[in-house]
């Protein structure tokens, strides 16, 4: 399996199929970060789709180890974009609860395959979307890019603009309030 980097190398060359397998690889876990930050998933797609097109059009020079990062960061500076521009139209409406919990936290609990996990698992996904959802959005962007999609705190500090320090420190000061929202929902233990 070929890494990003010699995918992205390969396209640049003319595969054109790998350009469609970083697109598969990546389009699903990026669709879920931009759904986090728009919360709208008909948005989220487009904005996708659109992150896409700069990447795979326009041909970037991308630093070795950085594909998912530089992704990452236009995807982000797309949204960006987009929410200013619903906000000046006033169509930006209050975040709307995703009903079956994709893509969000499926660590949560343990995967038996029982009906009861199954309930318990959704429930506190559930709880715990509720809870990034009541957090700082900069403490929620960061929990997202670390444990969400996988990112390092490099790729991270890049998406974001800031330093790696910053990133450790928004984790950390988002780590608190998500554990002091959970705990208002009643979940103590660890997630």
């Not at 640049?12 to 990546?26: P, Q, T, V």
């Not at 930006?92 to 994709?102: I, N, T």
């Not at 996904?125 to 990034?132: A, D, I, M």
């Amino acid at each position: 399996m070929l890494n990003d980097d010699e995918l992205y190398k390969n396209y640049l060359e003319g595969n054109k199929a790998c350009g469609d397998e970083l697109m598969l690889r990546y389009a699903d876990s990026l669709t879920a970060y931009l759904n986090a930050f728009l919360k709208n998933m008909e948005d989220a797609e487009d904005l996708m789709l659109e992150t896409f097109t700069v990447i795979l059009v326009d041909k970037p020079k991308i630093g070795e180890g950085c594909f998912r990062a530089y992704l990452y960061k236009v995807a982000r500076h797309k949204a960006c974009r987009l929410w200013r521009k619903k906000v000046k139209q006033s169509e930006f409406f209050a975040p709307q609860d995703d009903e079956d919990g994709e893509n969000v936290m499926e660590n949560v609990a343990s995967e038996s395959g029982q009906p009861e996990d199954e309930f318990l698992r959704g429930e506190l996904g559930y709880t715990v979307r509720k809870c990034l959802n009541i957090i700082a959005p900069q403490y929620r962007e960061a929990l997202w890019l670390i444990y969400g999609t996988g990112l390092n705190y490099e790729q991270a500090a890049g998406v974001l603009g800031c330093s790696r320090k910053r990133v450790d420190n928004l984790l950390l000061n988002g780590r608190r309030a998500l554990k002091a929202e959970l705990a208002k929902e009643g979940i103590t233990h660890n997630v």
